[in-house]
C-alpha cells in the first residue's frame, strides 16, 4: 500500500528549482489501481517520487483514471494539462524523510487536509527542502529574482506586494478547511491542522504540525508540535512551547475544555479541565505549591510532575509570588498520584 499521492500545480525559479506546489486535492493511502495507472501512464517505478509531467502525458493520466472510476483525479489531471504553470505528480511509498520540494509540500497539506494529524508523519529534514520566499500577489518568488520582478511590475504599472518573506506560506492560500473562521488568515500557516467548530482571532496563531482537535477560541499561540483539545480556549498573547522553542523533544499538549489565560503560557502539556491564570507562565522548572481545600500548603514539586494531570487551576499568590495549584480534587489526593506514578 502506497502512502500519498497528489497532482500538483506549482512555482520554479529560473533554474528550474521547486519553489511550492500546490494540490488541489491530494490522496492519502492510495488505491492500488491508481498507483498501477500512474506507473503505466508516466514511468513511475516505485519509491518516493516526484515527476514532472506534461498535457500529454496528463491527458493520459486523466483517461486512464476517468475509466478506473477516480473522476476527481481524472477532472484534475485534464484541468491541471492547460496549466501555464509546471504540474508535477507526486506519488510516496512511504512516509519517509522528504528529498524534495514537491514531497514536503504534500505533506503539509494533507495535515491542513485533516487527512493526518500534527506528530503523524515524518517532517524531520523538511526545512532544508523549503526554500526561504518572497510571498507576494503574483505568487511565490525566489528572493533572487525578486528586484528584477519589482522593477518588471512597476514598468508595467503595476506594485508587486510582498506581502511575507519566509519558508511557509499561510494556510488559505493552499487550503481551507471546511467549517473554521480565521480573522488574519497569514497567521495560520501550511501544515496547521485547523479543527472544524475553531475560530482563530486576529492575534491568534496556529505553526504547521500543530492545530485544534475541534470546537475552540484561539487568541494565542500554538507552536509547532502543540495541540489543543476540543473545547479549549487560549486567551489573548498566551504562548504554548513548542517542539521548536525550547521544549525539546516534550511534546506540548492542551487537554479538553481547558483555559489559558491572557499573556499567560506552558511548557508542559495539560490535561482536560486546567486553568492556567492571565499573566502565569507556567515551564517544567518551576517550583508549584500544591494547596489543599483549605489553601494549605501540602508540598512543593515541578511543573512537570503535574504533566497531562486534570482538573488543575495554576495561579500565583498576589501577596508572595509563588506559584499555586489547587484541584478539584483534594491536593493530598493529587499528590498520592503523583507518588503512585513514580
Not at 20 to 29: A, G, I, K
Not at 60 to 79: H, M, P, V, Y
Not at 84 to 98: F, G, K, Q, Y
Amino acid at each position: 500500500m502506497s502512502f500519498a499521492f497528489g497532482i500538483g500545480i506549482g512555482t520554479q525559479n529560473k533554474q528550474g528549482d521547486w519553489l511550492e506546489v500546490f494540490y488541489q486535492q491530494p490522496v492519502y493511502t492510495p488505491d492500488a489501481k491508481l498507483v498501477e495507472i500512474v506507473a503505466e501512464s508516466i514511468g513511475y517505478s516505485g519509491g518516493n517520487e516526484a515527476l514532472p509531467v506534461n498535457p500529454g502525458q496528463l491527458k493520459s493520466l486523466a483517461e486512464s483514471f476517468g475509466k478506473a472510476g477516480f473522476s476527481d483525479q481524472a477532472n484534475i489531471a485534464i484541468r491541471a494539462a492547460s496549466s501555464v504553470r509546471p504540474v508535477v505528480v507526486t506519488l510516496l511509498e512511504s512516509d519517509d524523510t522528504a528529498t524534495s520540494t514537491p514531497e514536503v509540500y504534500l505533506k503539509l497539506h494533507l495535515i491542513s487536509h485533516r487527512m493526518a494529524r500534527p506528530h503523524g508523519l515524518k517532517l524531520d529534514g523538511i526545512f532544508g527542502k523549503l526554500p526561504n520566499l518572497a510571498w507576494t500577489n503574483e505568487g511565490a518568488i525566489d528572493l533572487d529574482e525578486l528586484s528584477d520582478r519589482q522593477l518588471r511590475a512597476r514598468i508595467e504599472g503595476r506594485t508587486l506586494e510582498v506581502k511575507s518573506v519566509d519558508k511557509f506560506p499561510q494556510m488559505t492560500d493552499y487550503v481551507v478547511p471546511k467549517g473554521v473562521r480565521i480573522a488574519d488568515t497569514a497567521r495560520v500557516r501550511l501544515g496547521a491542522y485547523v479543527g472544524e467548530g475553531t475560530t482563530v482571532m486576529h492575534e491568534g496563531f496556529i505553526n504547521f504540525n500543530a492545530g485544534t482537535e475541534g470546537k475552540s477560541m484561539i487568541e494565542g499561540r500554538i507552536s509547532a508540535g502543540v495541540i489543543v483539545g476540543q473545547g479549549s480556549d487560549l486567551g489573548g498573547g498566551c504562548s504554548t512551547m513548542g517542539t521548536l522553542s525550547g521544549g525539546g523533544n516534550i511534546i506540548i499538549a492542551v487537554g479538553e475544555n481547558c483555559l489559558i489565560g491572557a499573556n499567560s503560557g506552558i511548557g508542559i502539556p495539560l490535561g482536560d479541565r486546567c486553568t492556567v491564570e492571565a499573566g502565569l507562565y507556567i515551564t517544567a522548572g518551576t517550583k508549584v505549591a500544591l494547596l489543599d481545600d483549605s489553601n494549605t500548603l501540602v508540598e512543593v514539586v515541578k511543573a512537570r510532575d503535574l504533566a497531562n494531570k486534570t482538573d488543575l487551576l495554576f495561579r500565583r499568590n498576589s501577596q508572595s509570588g509563588a506559584v499555586e495549584c489547587r484541584s478539584n480534587k483534594s491536593a493530598v489526593e493529587l499528590n498520592e498520584e503523583l507518588h503512585a506514578n513514580q
